[in-house]
Every structure is written in C-alpha cells, then in structure tokens.
C-alpha cells in the first residue's frame, strides 16, 4: 500500500477532496487519539440511519447512536372516548429524541379546557413515536393546579403510563386504599394547569 505524507491540502473553491473509494476505511491516527484535529462544521452523513459507535472499538449494534430529533407534538385530551379543546393561555409542547429515547414536555398554563367529559378511558394520544414493545412505561407523575380547570379528583394521585406498541399515554389513577383506578371523570373550565415530562422507550 501506498503512503502520501502532506501537511495540508487545499482544495480549490467549489471542489471536493475524496479520499479512498468506495467500501474504503478510512482511519485518523490508528491506535491512538487525534492530536490537534478541528472541525469547524457538522459531521453530516450521506447516508440516513447511519451513526457513532460509543464506548467500542468494534462495531456493536447496541452502541450505535444513530438519532437525534427535536420538534413539536400535537396533544389530544381524550375523557371516555370524547375529545377536550384546549384554549388560550399558554402552550408548549416539545420533544427530544435522542436513540431510542424520547422525553416528552406537556404544559399549558391558565389555559380553558372544555367538552365533554366522561367517565372511562382517560387518555392523551398524539405522541410522536410509537412505545417500545414488551411491557408498559410508567413512573410519571403530573402536576395540575387542583383549584379550577382541568382536574382528576377521584383518586389520591395520578400517574401517566404509556403501553406495549401504545401510541397515547394513559392517565392512571392511584388509591392509596385499594390501589390503581380509574381516575375518574374529570372536571373542565377556565383556570386550567397541567404539565409534565415524561421519558419513554421508542419502538
């Protein structure tokens, strides 16, 4: 094999460098790290789903990050099959994708919830990704301001769940007395505060 040594190369304006071909590895100081290397722009690969193997030194699936997202999602309320409207006041919903892993951000603040509501599944459907398979995800719990608008008052607390291959996160209630329930029908109005985050596992 050949061995060019140069200390710079410039292409000109307007033109690319291209360094091996096809199929090629292409290896920066082997067998140690790179003294003195800058990037002054992103790394941007010309192939999708393609990433950085982490903490390896061979190629291991399960190292692989190959994802980064951020954007915005469109929550439904949903109360024994009927769909709330949302109104006013403030709303901010994101997410973050990083991997398999999504955290999701849900507020809205002094804002008006209405429609009817009923008794039955309690729900919020609209996630960006479909949950991993395999069990439910669980473990969060949301804050809401108990003095007017949108309430759970049947239970002692709430907690959100999202299921195996689920697209909705469910609204669960807890009774300290005879354990997980149905949170109940909730009230609507004016006045309404409800924000969480939650983490889940993509499929």
Partial sequence: MSELKVNKISPRSGTDVTLGDSGDTFTLGSGANIAGLTLSDNILFDTASKGIYLGVTSATASNLLDDYEEGTWT???ISGGNTLTVSGGTQFFKYIKVGKMCSLFFNIGNATVSGTTASGDQKITGIPFTGATGGRQSGTVPM???????????????????GSGATEIEIVGYNNSTGYTSPGTPSTGGGSYFWFQLTYEVA
């Fill in 75 to 77: 929550p439904t309320i």
């Fill in 144 to 162: 809401y301001y108990i003095s007017g608008g949108l309430r759970y008052t049947s239970t002692d607390f709430l907690a959100l769940a999202i």
